[in-house]
């Protein structure tokens, strides 16, 4: 009797385990899921918590069933396709609000139930779910493939059961098929680097795609030629996704989603018995044979390896206000700016550094008392943005100068005295002063006459007073600059950053001018709030009768959307001619190569590791002196267990109300966290702010948009206004765009190093969180401050309305030849300022030899920071007659006993700062010179040998 129920039960338990019954087989993926979820969450640790869990699951049975009532008008059987999408979408999509969750799982179902075609749905439930939630919520949702990890054991379990699962739903070729196809084309038009394609096609998430997703038996082809169809269509889509827009994790969703509308057809292919799987699977096979070997395959023209290459206090303390009376002294010596001479020569003038020590000294008096000027309408987007500073030798004295602007407050120009102090000389250089908030400041020599010329870029937002963005030339004889030439802006928006150049020889430098963002747009946005809201660069070129826009001459290719950041022309591939990096604001950044014609072409963006969306710095930098430049971009990061615990400190602590600004700067993180009662803040300023705040709040409640109008910054009242009564923007909520970090850890990402790998890829070497994560990010400055031979980065940051307070960085340089390696020690050395910061120069402003700082700050004073690491270095300035005069455009190469530093003569890249043409080189203990090398940019070469350390060198072509 027990043997014969042993017996029933085996017979039993084998037919359900090969039975094609379909609530069986559902049962098994359910298994399957189940299994994998736990591994998931209770091993790994999935971001996601269990009440959503729970109430995803629940609220997908209880929507499909009533679906399923609906229909039938009864229930005859438990849904199992309803956890088990509920599954994929806990699997792989992460949101900020459990309401998106909801949304999606709702759609996915009801798409399973109403978009049939004779009787079966087509489309892959947790599929639309996932697409759904990526494009309508773009700033809320996210997948990530990293969240499996890369162990063994469970790549091996997820084949194990994926292969279990196909087999018996006669699937497995689909998953054979696409892994075949996608390999091939992976290698054949993104990467030939094994390494990088294995660990895609072993990765958990690949694993997950191709037997949980990719295999559903509802919504896939029954017959083996179809199913290879279907499979290698997705595969190839995804590769086409992946060359159009970079390597985004969208793309294998949305190509399965695509090629899943298509089903219907194949459907009727396999009813009809017909062979045109085999047509159209030769045709795809053709048609990606002939572009894999065609110039469209940009893979072909990679580089190869060998053609990389082609060859404490000021000694004089001074009153921080001066005598109106001190003059600046003009034209010292005049060999250090020759107006013309006959042969190449150098003219050198010794330094005077310090002992070896560490750190910065913060100098209270080496400035004039700069404080800036807050108002109530400065609290916005439109005025919180720019703090700008330069530097250069404005009365050729040898010494940099500074011009700069604070918040509220007009142009400032500052004459270094030689000691590292300065004095105001405003009112001295200028017939009549520009006023007006400054968006951007750059000084450079723009006519070759020796003479540093001033370029601004003013505020478009000051009422009725904002003067044109203009050149202001500088008249040698009367020793003023006078207002010259003028660019228009098509539209009232701020300026993200200038580039120079000498594109066209002709000695003038040309000004590339970056256009952010609009902020008083009063029209409804566009469908994703500020994405698509940039307006055309502008590109102005010098001719015979002045400077001419011509920006569609040499960037052919059709304007993209951007609002853009920084903009810098480098020489990444060292062929003598100008490659350009553009940073933008909520899109992917812009690489250019210049081409034998003279245009620049895009870089396509399989050659560049794909990164976030907010580039505030985006530059050439050769990190660790292999001679070769690298990419540097750093972005709006954050490190999530980090800044829990600060904000947890920060909301629950009090408020410092001195001068209001640490109350005003954190009135909105307040309020986001629940913070309601204006009354604790005890000045008036606070208590306004507070209470705007509020009312922009209640307006959006009540759909009353004449409440907006009692804000007084003009950006928070349009802001005001667009959130009231607009369908867009509960899709694309700015008001949560990337605030909540506990929620959506991913979405901005972090700072990255590209490195040319031998396969011809920018690759992010960067590896360290500690410099990857710097907070809202705005300067990057690299300089050698320990004089240790490799570049450092300070970093300024902070964006206190949106993000809280964050302290400055100071990435110190490790590295070894080839090796990058980049250390935060902000706080070891005193300073992770939490000002918020913006432009910043890092120069020998003392004349000693290593790098001081000079920090830029939204609502407090400049910093003056006086380097103590000391050690050995030298300066470099070029002085040219063949192309402009200050050699912007060159590439300088300081050969020593350990290798080859790297610097480029370069105006642009560093938000709000504009580097003076000067290179510092740091000499190690023991390391010594060996040449300096210079290719001009009109193509000459010039090399010294002989140089010794600690002197300044006037390199004349």
Same mark, same amino acid.
């Given at each position: ?433 520009? *006023?007006?908030? &400054?968006?951007?400041? =750059? #000084?450079? $020599?723009?006519?070759? !006459?020796?003479? @540093? /010329? %001033?370029?601004? +870029? ?33 539209? *009232?928006?701020? &300026?993200?950053?200038? =580039? #120079?150049? $000498?594109?066209?020889? !002709?000695?003038? @430098? /040309? %000004?590339?001018? +970056? ?43 059709? $304007? ?398």
């Amino acid at each position: 009797m027990i043997v014969t129920k042993l017996a029933t039960a085996a017979v039993k338990i084998k037919g359900n385990l090969f039975s094609l019954n379909p609530a069986i087989i559902q049962r098994h993926q359910l298994l399957n899921l189940i299994f994998l979820f736990l591994i998931g969450k209770v091993l790994l640790n999935f971001p996601i918590s269990w009440l959503e869990i729970a109430t995803i699951l629940a609220f997908a049975i209880c929507i499909d069933h009533l679906l399923i009532y609906i229909a039938h008008r009864k229930v005859e059987f438990f849904s199992y396709s309803a956890v088990n999408t509920a599954l994929g979408v806990i699997f792989l999509l992460r949101a900020t609000d459990l309401s998106i969750y909801i949304l999606v799982v709702a759609l996915a179902i009801a798409q399973k139930h109403w978009l049939r075609i004779n009787g079966r749905h087509f489309l892959n439930p947790s599929n639309v779910a996932v697409v759904a939630g990526l494009l309508l919520f773009p700033y809320e949702t996210y997948t990530t493939p990293e969240q499996w990890g890369g162990m063994w054991w469970l790549g091996a379990a997820m084949t194990l059961l994926g292969l279990l699962i196909t087999m018996r739903v006669g699937r497995v070729l689909i998953p054979i098929a696409f892994t075949i196809s996608y390999l091939i084309l992976t290698y054949t038009f993104i990467t030939k680097n094994p390494t990088e394609i294995m660990a895609t096609l072993i990765s958990g998430s690949f694993l997950l795609f191709i037997y949980f997703m990719l295999t559903d038996p509802r919504t896939t082809p029954d017959r083996p030629g179809y199913q290879i169809l279907y499979a290698t269509s997705i595969a190839t889509l995804t590769i086409l996704l992946e060359l159009m827009l970079g390597a985004r994790d969208i793309t294998m969703f949305l190509a399965l989603f695509i090629v899943s509308l298509f089903v219907p057809l194949m459907r009727i292919g396999q009813q009809k018995q017909s062979y045109i799987w085999q047509h159209l699977l030769a045709a795809l096979a053709t048609g990606i044979a002939v572009v894999a070997f065609s110039p469209l395959n940009t893979l072909n023209h990679l580089p190869t390896a060998s053609a990389k290459i082609q060859h404490g206090t000021p000694s004089a303390a001074v009153p921080i206000n001066p005598a109106a009376t001190e003059k600046a002294t003009w034209d010292q010596h005049p060999e250090w700016h020759e107006k013309s001479w006959d042969k190449p020569h150098l003219v050198s003038s010794p330094l005077t550094p310090q002992p070896r020590d560490h750190g910065f000294i913060r100098i209270g008096n080496a400035l004039p008392e700069l404080i800036p000027n807050v108002e109530r309408k400065h609290f916005g987007f439109d005025f919180n943005y720019h703090a700008p500073v330069s530097a250069g030798d404005i009365n050729h004295d040898g010494h940099l100068d500074l011009a700069l602007a604070t918040t509220g407050t007009s142009l400032t120009i500052l004459i270094n005295r030689g000691n590292g102090t300065f004095f105001d000389a405003t009112a001295q250089l200028f017939d009549k002063i520009p *006023h007006g908030s &400054i968006d951007q400041i =750059a #000084l450079a $020599d723009v006519d070759s !006459d020796s003479y @540093l /010329d %001033l370029i601004l +870029s003013f505020n478009p937002y000051e009422a009725g007073i904002a003067p044109p963005n203009r050149i202001y030339r500088f008249n040698p004889d009367s020793k003023h600059f006078e207002a010259s030439t003028t660019f228009p802006s098509p539209v *009232h928006a701020t &300026i993200g950053g200038y =580039a #120079l150049i $000498d594109i066209n020889h !002709d000695r003038f @430098l /040309d %000004l590339y001018i +970056s256009i952010a963002h609009n902020w008083h747009k009063q029209e409804n946005p566009p469908f994703a709030f500020m994405q698509s809201d940039g307006e055309p660069n502008q590109f102005w070129v010098s001719s015979a009768d002045g400077w001419k826009e011509k920006k569609t001459d040499y960037f052919p290719q059709p $304007d993209e959307k951007h609002a853009s950041m920084t903009a810098m022309f480098t020489d990444l591939n060292n062929d003598g001619h100008p490659d350009f990096l553009l940073g933008n604001d909520l899109q992917p950044d812009l690489s250019y190569r210049m081409d034998g014609s003279g245009h620049f072409t895009l870089i396509p963006k399989q050659q560049i590791e794909y990164n976030a969306f907010n580039s505030m710095g985006y530059m050439g930098i050769d990190a660790d002196n292999d001679g070769k430049l690298e990419i540097w971009e750093n972005t709006i990061s954050r490190d999530v267990l980090l800044r829990r615990t600060r904000y947890g400190e920060l909301f629950t602590s009090a408020f410092n109300t001195l001068n209001g600004t640490v109350a005003v700067k954190n009135i909105e993180r307040a309020f986001l966290n629940g913070e309601q009662n204006c009354n604790r803040f005890a000045l008036p300023t606070d208590r306004a702010l507070c209470e705007e705040i509020l009312v922009g709040a209640h307006a959006k409640r009540s759909g009353n948009r004449k409440l907006c109008d009692s804000i007084v910054n003009m950006e928070r009242r349009y802001f005001c206004r667009y959130r009231v009564n607009n369908p867009a923007y509960a899709i694309a909520s700015p008001a949560r765009f990337k605030r909540d970090v506990e929620l959506f850890p991913r979405k901005v990402k972090k700072n990255i190093l590209l490195k040319l790998d031998t396969e011809g890829r920018y690759r992010d070497v960067l590896g360290n969180d500690n410099a990857a994560l710097t907070g809202w990010s705005w300067a990057a400055y690299p300089f050698d401050f320990d004089n240790n031979g490799f570049q450092d980065i300070f970093i300024t940051t902070g964006m206190a309305i949106i993000n809280g307070q964050e302290p400055s960085a100071l990435l110190m340089n490790y590295s070894r030849p080839g090796t990058p390696s980049l250390i935060n020690k902000a706080s070891s050395y005193g300073v992770d300022f939490m000002d918020e910061g913006r432009g910043v120069i890092a120069a020998d402003l003392d004349g000693d030899g290593d790098g001081d700082l000079v920090v830029m700050n939204l609502y407090t004073a400049p910093i003056f920071l006086e380097n103590r690491f000391g050690g050995d270095a030298i300066k470099v300035e070029l002085r040219s007659r063949h192309g402009n005069y200050y050699g912007i455009g060159s590439r300088v190469e300081l050969h020593t006993s350990r290798g080859i530093q790297l610097r480029e003569m370069a105006v642009g890249g560093v938000w709000d700062s504009m580097q003076p043409q000067q290179l510092h080189f740091g000499i190690a203990d023991g390391e010594s010179i060996a040449k300096l090398v210079i290719r001009w940019p009109y193509g000459g070469t010039t090399e010294y040998k002989g140089l010794s350390a600690n002197h300044r060198y006037i390199i004349y072509d």
